[in-house]
């Protein structure tokens, strides 16, 4: 069965810094990465994905991660945070093959933006 | 386009009690799946369903069951409440099975358990 670590569950950084969200999974097949957000009392949206080709995949608001197989990581990275980027970050799996149906979550990470 | 929608937004049942929680996917969305997340927690998979039939089923007891409509619409059920019920119950909709296809959520429904 596959699993997800998100290492960190809070990380707190000042607006206009870099940040890392770091992700590693365990899967004994190939799958596919996802990390969604989910802002205060609110659903998951979906914020990028890695299904196949290159293994650094963007959002369209500056974030972006990058899939490495050989570390079975896939860490979210944003060079610049902004104020509205205070959510918390959960990093998922799927299991590439037919018949995989759930995605399986991290426990997830608390992004707070000091201004 | 409405996103997924689900009913109620939150609600407070007493142990032992069952409960019925409703789901509409996208339009044009033919599978449906319900998560639950624990405060603190990641969601975990419950339930997937594609044109009527249950695909996929997580790791929770019987008392759990769902079902998806004609019109793909979902329903969650659980009988006989526990209080480690309470929890943010997600669905989450997309056009087919396949795990390429990006899976939409809803707000969720907020179950308290008392």
């Known amino acids: 069965a596959q699993s997800v670590t998100q290492l960190d569950s809070q990380v707190p950084v000042f607006e206009e810094a870099p940040v890392e969200l770091r992700c590693n999974y365990s899967?004994?097949?190939?799958?596919?990465l996802f990390w969604y957000v989910q802002y205060p009392n609110q659903g998951l949206q979906l914020l990028l994905k890695y299904l196949s080709g290159s293994t650094l995949v963007e959002s369209i608001n500056g974030f972006e991660a990058e899939f490495n197989k050989s570390q079975t990581s896939f860490h979210l990275r944003k060079p610049s945070v902004h104020i509205s980027d205070t959510a918390e970050y959960f990093c998922?799996?799927?299991?590439?093959?037919?018949?995989?149906?759930?995605?399986?979550f991290g426990k997830g990470t608390k992004l707070s933006v000091i201004p | 386009d409405a996103g997924v929608t689900q009913s109620p937004t939150h609600l407070i049942k007493t142990r032992g009690q069952h409960v019925t929680l409703r789901c509409s996917p996208i339009?044009?969305?033919?599978?449906v799946s319900w998560y639950q997340q624990v405060l603190g927690q990641g969601p975990q998979f419950i339930f997937q369903y594609y044109e009527k039939e249950e695909r996929g089923r997580g790791n929770f007891p019987d008392r759990f069951s769902a079902r998806q409509f004609p019109n793909y619409s979902s329903e969650l059920n659980v009988n006989a409440l526990l209080l480690g019920d309470s929890a943010l119950y997600l669905c989450?909709?997309?056009?087919?099975?396949?795990?390429?296809?990006?899976?939409?959520f809803g707000p969720g429904t907020r179950l308290t358990v008392t």
């Open positions: 899967s004994s097949v190939s799958v596919y």
């Open positions: 339009s044009g969305h033919k599978s």
């Open positions: 998922a799996v799927r299991l590439s093959g037919a018949g995989s149906y759930q995605l399986t």
């Open positions: 989450a909709s997309s056009l087919a099975t396949d795990p390429s296809y990006e899976q939409y």
